[in-house]
């Protein structure tokens, strides 16, 4: 026990490390820190515009083309015989209203485009729409509700007289 009190305390052990050139000293290397959060902050915002183009072209692949007017079913021609005729649109074509479009898809007209026109109120329509529109059973004008046809549809069940039971 004796020896162990008596004997010299040991030197102290230096460091040959110097803080830039030791890396397993702690905060050896803190002037990296700036470097590396400027590249970290600069790999998440390339990551961010990657995925903003990815999210267009997805959006612009999938959305549905509004140029193109589908051709009119014949099927649904034969739907409503009493349907307006047909007629080609030319910027001259006088419809009522001051929109040249075609309020069912929202497209503008085009020259060439096949229109329907109703009698009464004077609304044109893409012939495709309009039919569908009336193949749903609706038999008003998308844009002002005027009954289309010349007589309102007759309904199905028979008229009952009103009398009162005491």
């Known amino acids: 026990?004796?020896?162990?009190?008596?004997?010299?305390?040991?030197?102290?052990?230096?460091s040959t490390?110097?803080?830039?050139?030791?890396?397993?000293?702690?905060?050896?290397?803190?002037?990296?820190?700036?470097?590396?959060?400027f590249l970290l902050l600069i790999i998440l915002f390339c990551s961010f515009i990657c995925v903003l183009s990815l999210h267009a072209a997805i959006r612009c692949c999938l959305?549905?083309?509004?140029?193109?007017?589908?051709k009119p079913d014949p099927d649904l021609e034969a739907t409503h015989p009493?349907?307006?005729?047909?007629?080609?649109?030319?910027?001259?074509?006088?419809?009522?209203?001051?929109?040249?479009?075609?309020?069912?898809?929202?497209s503008e007209?085009?020259?060439?485009?096949?229109?329907?026109?109703l009698e009464r109120c004077k609304h044109?329509?893409?012939?495709?729409?309009?039919q569908k529109w009336l193949s749903s059973s609706h038999s008003s004008c998308p844009t002002c509700r005027t009954n289309i046809f010349s007589s309102p549809p007759q309904l199905h069940s028979q008229s009952l007289p009103l009398t009162s039971t005491p």
């Open 1 to 14: 026990m004796r020896l162990l009190l008596s004997s010299d305390p040991q030197p102290e052990l230096t």
């Open 17 to 37: 490390c110097t803080s830039h050139s030791c890396g397993w000293k702690p905060y050896s290397h803190s002037n990296d820190f700036a470097a590396n959060a």
């Open 63 to 70: 959305r549905p083309v509004l140029q193109h007017v589908p």
């Open 82 to 106: 009493d349907a307006p005729p047909t007629l080609v649109y030319s910027p001259g074509l006088n419809l009522a209203g001051n929109e040249a479009e075609c309020i069912i898809c929202l």
């Open 109 to 117: 007209f085009q020259d060439g485009d096949t229109l329907r026109v």
């Open 124 to 130: 044109g329509f893409h012939v495709y729409c309009i």
